[in-house]
């Protein structure tokens, strides 16, 4: 057990649909980061959070916006949901949100796009 | 930009024998380097890291990985193969300066089968 906790497990919708995950990081870390992994696209760097503020952006689609609240814990939105979002969507969080540190990796949500 | 390739998507030894999983990078800057483990439908765990210190890096369950920055390969190895290591293994590399922070590029998963 890392220590991040996702919810939902899985997820279930249709085309077009809008969706939320939410992402809970260890005790402690203040940066929190967004992954995807699909069969096509392997694990895809989405976003970074540190403390509130947004560090980095990869691969993220101008449909999908996540955020960081005071608490820490964050939230991946994906809207106008096509099948190809279908993916595990993984959240990992640091301590210090650098480049030389662990990330720990939460168990992941399943979003199926049906 | 930064990439990884991993050689080999599928790995198959025996038991007892030695696991040598394949990781080359490209990095713009000099990067840190990072062996995860993805158990069936779990997260990804933490192997071992490489970040500018000592060039051998011991992990956990008995794995260890090199850097050579002439062959520019983190390749993974354990000296003997346990049934309990059948897993898919992702080199992941995350450069050591410019803007991109804790941005992990991985490689595109090897899996590891072991045979009894």
């Known amino acids: 057990d890392s220590g991040v906790t996702q919810t939902p497990k899985h997820l279930i919708t249709a085309t077009g649909q809008r969706v939320t995950l939410r992402c809970s990081p260890r005790?402690?870390?203040?940066?929190v980061y967004w992954y995807q992994q699909s069969l096509d696209q392997g694990l895809q760097f989405l976003i970074q959070?540190?403390?509130?503020?947004?560090?980095a952006k990869g691969n993220i689609l101008e449909r999908f916006s996540a955020q960081q609240f005071p608490d820490l814990h964050s939230e991946l939105n994906l809207s106008s949901l096509e099948l190809g979002d279908s993916a595990l969507y993984f959240c990992a969080s640091s301590t210090r949100g650098s480049r030389d540190e662990w990330q720990y990796f939460g168990p992941g949500t399943r979003l199926t796009v049906t | 930009a930064q990439s990884v390739t991993q050689l080999g998507s599928h790995v198959s030894v025996s038991e007892g024998a030695l696991v040598l999983l394949r990781c080359n990078y490209s990095s713009s800057v000099p990067p840190y380097l990072f062996w995860y483990v993805q158990y069936p439908n779990q997260g990804l765990q933490l192997l071992l890291k490489y970040t500018s210190a000592a060039t051998l890096v011991k992990g956990i369950n008995g794995f260890e990985a090199e850097f050579k920055k002439s062959e520019t390969s983190f390749h993974l190895t354990k000296p003997s193969a346990h049934m309990s290591d059948a897993a898919e293994y992702f080199c992941?590399?995350?450069?050591?300066?410019?803007?991109?922070?804790?941005?992990?590029?991985f490689g595109q998963g090897t899996i590891l089968t072991v045979h009894p």
């Open positions: 005790s402690g870390d203040l940066s």
């Open positions: 992941a590399v995350s450069p050591a300066g410019g803007t991109s922070y804790g941005k992990l590029t």
């Open positions: 959070y540190y403390n509130g503020e947004e560090r």
